[in-house]
């Protein structure tokens, strides 16, 4: 019975033996910058976590019932060094935290463009970031690369010590992009333009997720991150380009329509603008984008005086042109 009762006990390492710390293992700077702000937080916190259980288990023992030295003083009611300590101790580690999340909300905004890659490598003009437009649908992620013409569905991959600058939005649903290694969690919102500032310090392959639950598919919502050396960056470009396929509107129709365990996919051949498509929810011809709707809502008495704002009303990026309708053409 007792080894039956300790079996829990014996098992759980065994079981914990498979979980992989990605957040506590980064490989960006973004998530390094998270992961020590983590650690340095718990740490300061424990500086009165620690004290107060070895003072509680000090305190049960030295003054328990059986202990005759034990000094009882019913008339005790005050102690200025007492109260010195139990006050200025939690007030000075409030200090410090609120210190650290002023400094690093500022520093860690996924709006700001980085202006290093790495702890003492700060980014030079030479450095171009690579644009990745991130899209989240029911239930896969999309990513278009505009400046390379190409598309993947489940798979990012991002060169080493390249800034990247994501464009986020969603077709649907609430969502959040999530890639533990990279950087946080960022929200993917539909008619919402999000952006998130990041950069791969090292080669190789992790998970990205989806941190918001949006029905049955979610759970296998989730995408390689894959990080190459340049060169090797620059063959898994011309690979997506030679694996052929045509990512246009019709195309995107179909992405669109929810779809479960979706396997990777590559698209050499990725027609521009069809992110604002997504954004401004006209993916489907005829259906009048949040943009034009706007603009048309503004012409004609809107705006600022007449109190419609629209969805999209937040951000002023959610059209990128004139009329996103007209978006789309071929090469």
């Known amino acids: 019975m ?5 079996l829990p006990l014996v098992a759980l390492p065994l079981l914990l033996g498979g979980c992989d710390m990605v957040t506590m293992n980064p490989t960006g700077d973004i998530a390094l910058q998270q992961r020590n702000l983590i650690l340095f937080s718990v740490g300061v916190m424990l500086l009165i976590i620690v004290p107060v259980m070895v003072l509680t288990a000090l305190f049960a023992y030295r003054y328990r019932w059986s202990n005759p030295h034990k000094i009882y003083d019913p008339t005790f009611d005050h102690s200025t060094k007492l109260e010195l ?6 007030l000075l580690i409030i200090i410090a935290l609120s210190a650290v999340t002023w400094t690093s909300t500022h520093l860690l905004d996924p709006f700001r463009p980085l202006d290093r890659i790495a702890p003492g490598r700060p980014v030079t003009a030479d450095m171009t970031p690579l644009n990745v437009q991130a899209v989240a649908l029911d239930w896969k992620w999309l990513f278009i690369y505009p400046d390379l013409g190409i598309a993947t569905v489940n798979e990012l991959a991002l060169p080493v010590d390249v800034p990247v600058r994501f464009a986020i939005t969603s077709s649907d649903q609430f969502n959040t992009f999530y890639a533990p290694t990279l950087a946080g969690m960022i929200y993917a919102m539909p008619t919402m333009r999000s952006e998130l500032n990041a950069v791969l310090n090292k080669p190789g392959e992790s998970w ?16 390689k991150l894959r990080g190459f050396e340049t060169a090797e960056f620059d063959r898994w470009v011309a690979d997506a380009r030679a694996a ?12 669109v329509k929810p779809s479960e365990r979706e396997p990777a996919a590559r698209f ?9 498509l997504v954004l401004n929810r006209c993916v489907e011809p005829g259906k009048p984008c949040v943009a034009d709707v706007m603009r048309r809502d503004m012409e004609a008495g809107g705006g600022s ?21 007209h978006a789309v053409h071929g090469r």
């Open 268 to 276: 050499g051949d990725a027609r521009p603008g069809l992110f604002d």
């Open 2 to 6: 007792k080894r039956a009762a300790a």
């Open 244 to 255: 052929g396929g045509v990512l246009d509107r019709e195309k995107l129709m179909e992405l």
């Open 305 to 325: 005086h007449g109190g419609h704002t629209g969805a999209a009303g937040p951000d002023a990026r959610a059209g990128s042109g004139p009329t996103a309708a």
């Open 85 to 90: 300590v139990i006050w200025s101790c939690p």
């Open 208 to 223: 990205g997720y989806s941190a918001n639950y949006t029905g049955r598919g979610y759970s296998h919502m989730r995408f």
